[in-house]
Structure formats: structure tokens, C-alpha cells
């Protein structure tokens, strides 16, 4: 379950509080210490058995399968975006934790300042876009994915209709609405994308009410971004389909599945836990994709996607393995049909970040 503070998250790309900087010697003493150093996880759920917070999880079961006794992992559940995860943060910092991990966005101002008590702590953080010296950022490129699902779509819309259900209208989400919907249209230009807000992370309620409407107007494949299975469950109530989001979802509906758009945030963690016990991390954010294996598509539905539009698929996903396109590479219009991204060029990092427009095809306006 993942949460955003809207004010908060459109500063995405804001200053950073403070330069570059490398957290060594200690970190490098303690993985030859008799007690293995303490890495801790803060989740704002409990895994269940999909999405969000399960995804996250089982990025840290691959981190604790491949160190084994060279750490030892703490998993905290159910931890508010409030003051009470400062209290948290600041528990495992005294129990002497190394590296302390924040897995949902409405912890970075508690996190960053228990950080700042404790400089010989790694804290990192999850979507965030703050900075110092001993707390740094990281997320994966989930619109990569949902570019794929939208090629998929495009092929088995019969309707040209796609639906969306939407969490809360931030850049990121914004982000993958648009990816699914230039993914869908460059095998179909007739596809439009409905869009419906629910402005929650995880409600399966208003989820399960926001696909039904949708499908109510006509949109015969659906994608999420929100947190629980509701969504791929109701499509396959309704004998339409739909894609999992975050992790695997294919049981929850496996007739109505067409994959799932999953989350790999082991290769992360394995690499920054490593980073720590060398004494090699550094501050910088991270942003990965499918060319890190951070993301992807997966468990198409292969009786459902014809045959030409998973080669389409694999076609993109090697394109965007090998660095040699984007997803936001142009040229790309909006919903009024100006130019927003010229042929030859790509929305950068920071634009990327700060994304409060529609592409052409997706109807209906960004929430004010």
C-alpha cells in the first residue's frame, strides 16, 4: 500500500538537501562483526498476498536468501504516514540497526529527520525526493511496463476503449496513464483511455466501483494503480480484461488476466545492502527499469494476446532493455493536439517527475 502527500509530490525533482556523499567505514566493519548488521524494513501494511507492500517483501526475501547470516532483516507492519513512523524509524535506529528502509512515500520527512540523528544509519526511501548525506531515494520505472500492457491492450480492445482506475492524481500516476495509453495507441490510434479517481492507494470498494463504472462506458480491458485486486477481480466478474499491477495477480481473475505489470524491487535492495556492507553506497537516487530487470511485464496471457501482439511486446521490451528508445520519446501531442514532446527529443528525468498533462487519446481532465 502506497501512499503520497499530493502537495508533497509534485515537488518531485525539488532541491535535494544536500550533496552527493558516501557512508564507508562503518558499515564496512560491521559485516565482519560477530553480530550481522541489522537491515529493517517499514511497511505500511502487512504483505498480504498482492500488490504494493507483498511486492516489497518479497524484495526483501531475495535480499535475506542471498545474504543469509551477513544480515539480519526486521520487518515492520503496518506503520502510519504519521508521526508515529518517526517513533519507528527511531526505534530501530537506537536498536542499532545499519540500514534502515522506508517503503512508502508519506515516510520521508519522519525517516529524513530520525536520519539526521543518526549518521552512521543508511536510511533509504522509497519514491521520495529528498536527499542527505545518509539518506537517499529509490523507485522503479513502472510506466515501462504499463507502455507494454498498453501495446497488449490495443490489440485486444474490441471496443477501443480502455479504462484506467487511478489512485490520486500525482505524477506518477499520471505517468502510467499516459505510458498505457501511447503504448495502446501505437498499435491502435481509434483507443481512448477513461479515466476514474478514487484518491486512495488502497480501497477495494471504491476500486471495485470505479471498474464496474468503466466498464459501464464501455472499456473492455482495464489497468490499475492501486493496491489490491479488485480491479482484475471485477473484470473478470464482468467477462472483460484486465492487468495486475505491482505484483502477479493472475489468481485473482485468470480468464479475465492479460499479465500482470510487476514490481522487482530485490535487484534494488541487493545491490544497495551490497553497497553498504563494502562501503561503497552513495546518496545518489535511484530510478530503475526494465534494463535493470527492476520492472516488467509478466505472465502474459498468451490464449487471450494474439501471437503478433506479444511479439510486439517483446519487440518494445528489447528496446527499452537496450537503451535505444523511451517511452516518452517523441513526437508526443496532448489531449488539445500540441506538440508537447518534438520528434528527436525525450522528456528528461525531472519532466518526467513533474508530468501534469495528458497524451492525446486519454479523455476527461487531471483532478484540480
Same mark, same amino acid.
Given at each position: 500500500m502506497k501512499k503520497r502527500n499530493l502537495l508533497t509530490a509534485f515537488a518531485w525533482g525539488a532541491a535535494s538537501l544536500a550533496l552527493g556523499a558516501a557512508v564507508t567505514a562503518p558499515f564496512a566493519q560491521s559485516a565482519q562483526a560477530a553480530d550481522a548488521p541489522g537491515v529493517a524494513f517499514v511497511y505500511l501494511g502487512n504483505p498480504g498476498d498482492a500488490g504494493w507492500t507483498f511486492a516489497h517483501d518479497q524484495g526483501s526475501k531475495e535480499?535475506?536468501?542471498?545474504?543469509?547470516?551477513? +544480515?539480519? +532483516?526486521?520487518?515492520?507492519?503496518? @506503520?502510519?504516514?504519521?508521526? &508515529? %513512523?518517526?517513533?519507528?524509524?527511531?526505534?530501530?535506529?537506537?536498536k542499532g540497526n545499519k540500514v534502515i528502509i522506508g517503503s512508502s512515500f508519506g515516510y520521508q520527512d519522519f525517516e529524513?529527520? @530520525?536520519?539526521?540523528?543518526?549518521?552512521?544509519t543508511v536510511f533509504?526511501?522509497? !519514491?521520495? =525526493?529528498?536527499? $542527505?548525506?545518509?539518506?537517499?531515494?529509490?523507485?522503479?520505472?513502472?510506466?515501462?511496463?504499463? =507502455?507494454?500492457?498498453g501495446v497488449a491492450a490495443g490489440y485486444v480492445t474490441k471496443t477501443n476503449t480502455l479504462g484506467f482506475v487511478a489512485s490520486v492524481p500525482i505524477p506518477e500516476v499520471v505517468?502510467? +496513464?499516459?505510458? =498505457? #495509453?501511447?503504448?495502446?495507441?501505437?498499435?491502435?490510434?481509434?483507443?481512448? #483511455?477513461? @479515466?476514474?479517481? +478514487?484518491? %486512495?492507494?488502497? /480501497?477495494?470498494?471504491?476500486?471495485k466501483q470505479a471498474a464496474e #463504472?468503466?466498464?459501464?462506458?464501455? $472499456? &473492455?480491458?482495464?489497468?490499475?494503480? #492501486? /493496491?489490491? %485486486?479488485?480491479?482484475? $477481480? !471485477?473484470?473478470?466478474?464482468?467477462?472483460?480484461?484486465?492487468?495486475?499491477?505491482d505484483s502477479d495477480m493472475k489468481k485473482f481473475g485468470p480468464s479475465a488476466h492479460l499479465g500482470s505489470v510487476v514490481a522487482h524491487w530485490g535487484v534494488y535492495y541487493n545491490s544497495a545492502i551490497q553497497q553498504v556492507l563494502d562501503g561503497k553506497w552513495k546518496n545518489d537516487p535511484v530510478w530503475w527499469g526494465i534494463p535493470q530487470k527492476a520492472v516488467d511485464l509478466e505472465d502474459l496471457n498468451t490464449s487471450a494476446i494474439p501471437a503478433d501482439a506479444q511479439k510486439k511486446v517483446a519487440g518494445k521490451r528489447e528496446e527499452l532493455a537496450s537503451g535505444k528508445w523511451d517511452v516518452f520519446a517523441g513526437p508526443i501531442k496532448d489531449q488539445s493536439g500540441t506538440v508537447k514532446v518534438p520528434a528527436g527529443k525525450t522528456l528528461t528525468d525531472p519532466e518526467l517527475q513533474?508530468?501534469?498533462? =495528458?497524451?492525446? *487519446? @486519454?479523455? *476527461? %481532465?487531471?483532478?484540480?
Open positions: 535480499a535475506e536468501a542471498r545474504f543469509g547470516n551477513k +544480515i539480519k +532483516i526486521t520487518r515492520i507492519e503496518n @506503520v502510519p504516514e504519521s508521526a &508515529d %513512523s518517526e517513533r519507528v524509524f527511531r526505534d530501530l535506529a537506537n529524513l529527520k @530520525v536520519a539526521k540523528d543518526f549518521p552512521d533509504l526511501h522509497a !519514491t521520495g =525526493y529528498k536527499k $542527505a548525506p545518509n539518506f537517499g531515494t529509490y523507485d522503479v520505472r513502472m510506466y515501462q511496463g504499463a =507502455y507494454l500492457a505517468r502510467n +496513464i499516459n505510458a =498505457y #495509453t501511447l503504448g495502446a495507441r501505437s498499435v491502435n490510434p481509434k483507443v481512448h #483511455t477513461k @479515466v476514474i479517481w +478514487i484518491n %486512495s492507494w488502497f /480501497d477495494p470498494g471504491k476500486e #463504472t468503466l466498464i459501464g462506458q464501455g $472499456a &473492455d480491458v482495464l489497468l490499475q494503480n #492501486t /493496491d489490491s %485486486s479488485a480491479t482484475l $477481480a !471485477t473484470a473478470s466478474e464482468k467477462h472483460v480484461h484486465a492487468f495486475g499491477w513533474r508530468l501534469n498533462w =495528458y497524451v492525446e *487519446g @486519454v479523455d *476527461g %481532465s487531471l483532478p484540480k
